[in-house]
């Protein structure tokens, strides 16, 4: 399975964007890049995903790199609520499983 | 909208006892996946099932088995409890072939003494 790189943990201020990067550097062809986010004692949750362009929806936006080599998840208004742990995770095609790094905790400050 | 319902929320048992925790997926979703997760520890994906068939297995214990319904509820039996079985166990399910995210239950926090 390709893996992916994040970092352990990353601050923010309240109402300020946020960039969260993921390394994916073996990714292949056919791996969508998934974002799920954990808060507290709570279920993950889905944020966003995609396959080779940029993405937005009403949570956040995926940039993906031109190689697919990484990609960022990017918060575009972090408040408080946003504090929580990201997971970037690659899946070769649905139905399969995901496989959970160590993900990113984000602290958000008010 | 209808979300993953899993129950129950609570569970405590003694060591070496069963328990038995229930997965109702999305309506129409056709795919369900377990996950365990410890303490301070990231979801582990211990077993799926589409259509009512096992599709993928994890780091599922021996003590443990599943299996999925033909109402698409699946079930996750646990034998010979042991206290480090103590944990969140998650389930998700989606729709195959789909565009959409998987959707995940809230758990059920099992507690062994």
């Known amino acids: 399975d390709a893996k992916t790189t994040q970092p352990n943990s990353m601050e923010s201020n309240e109402e300020e964007p946020v960039h969260l990067p993921c390394n994916h550097s073996?990714?292949?062809?056919?791996?969508?890049i998934h974002w799920y986010r954990q808060l507290p004692s709570q279920g993950p949750e889905y944020v966003i995903h995609g396959l080779t362009s940029n993405v937005n929806n009403r949570m956040a936006s995926l940039a993906i790199a031109e190689d697919r080599k990484s990609s960022t998840l990017i918060l575009h208004r972090a408040t408080l609520r946003d504090a929580a742990v990201y997971y970037c995770?690659?899946?070769?095609?649905?139905?399969?499983?995901?496989?959970f790094g160590p993900g990113t905790r984000l602290s958000v400050l008010p | 909208a209808a979300g993953v319902i899993q129950s129950p929320r609570h569970l405590i048992k003694e060591k070496r006892e069963t328990a038995t925790l229930k997965c109702y997926p999305i309506p129409r979703h056709d795919t369900v996946y377990w996950y365990q997760q410890g303490p301070g520890q990231d979801p582990q994906f211990l077993i799926s099932?589409?259509?009512?068939?096992?599709?993928d297995k994890g780091s599922i214990p021996d003590r443990f088995s599943a299996q999925q319904f033909s109402d698409y509820h699946s079930e996750l039996n646990m034998s010979s409890l042991e206290l480090g079985d103590s944990a969140l166990y998650f389930c998700?399910?989606?729709?195959?072939?789909?565009?959409?995210?998987?959707?995940f239950g809230s758990g059920t926090r099992l507690t062994v003494v």
């Open positions: 073996t990714i292949s062809g056919t791996d969508y």
């Open positions: 099932f589409y259509e009512k068939m096992q599709s």
């Open positions: 995770i690659l899946s070769r095609d649905y139905g399969q499983n995901f496989v």
């Open positions: 998700a399910s989606s729709l195959l072939g789909f565009n959409y995210g998987y959707t």
